[in-house]
């Protein structure tokens, strides 16, 4: 499936993570233009996988950034998200859970 011009799959095209997908990439705004795909591998639950058509390393770490945040806000966390551009960029966020933050660490 295309949403705003990027390919978004799931490993079993869950409706859900396709809607997550989708309004992941409505929240990246004018950054979408950079990206090429977003895949969700349902057997690890809300695990992310971004593919940049374009961009270079400062790109990379604004989406990857952008993207942890949106889903912390409104879909309470994630379980990691990976970015890979082209050439040598790419990205990392390491789960980050509203209620316990990147490291594990219990937030007050």
């Known amino acids: ?7 978004i799959s799931s490993r079993y095209q869950n409706a859900a993570e396709i809607a997550t997908m989708a309004s992941m990439v409505d929240a990246l705004e004018a950054d979408v233009a950079f990206v090429e795909s977003l895949f969700c591998d349902s057997k690890a639950g ?5 593919r940049l058509v374009t961009g270079d390393q400062a790109d990379a770490s604004r989406i990857v950034a952008k993207l942890d945040a949106f889903l912390v ?16 960029v790419d990205g990392h966020a390491p ?14």
Do not use: K, Q
């Not at 499936?1 to 390919?7: L, P």
């Not at 409104?74 to 970015?83: A, D, E, K, M, V």
């Open 46 to 50: 809300a695990n992310y996988s971004v």
């Open 73 to 88: 806000e409104t879909h309470g966390g994630h379980n990691g998200i990976f970015l890979s551009g082209p050439g040598s």
């Open 1 to 7: 499936m295309f949403h705003r011009s990027v390919c």
């Open 95 to 108: 789960p980050n859970y509203r209620e316990f933050g990147p490291s594990g660490e219990t937030r007050d």
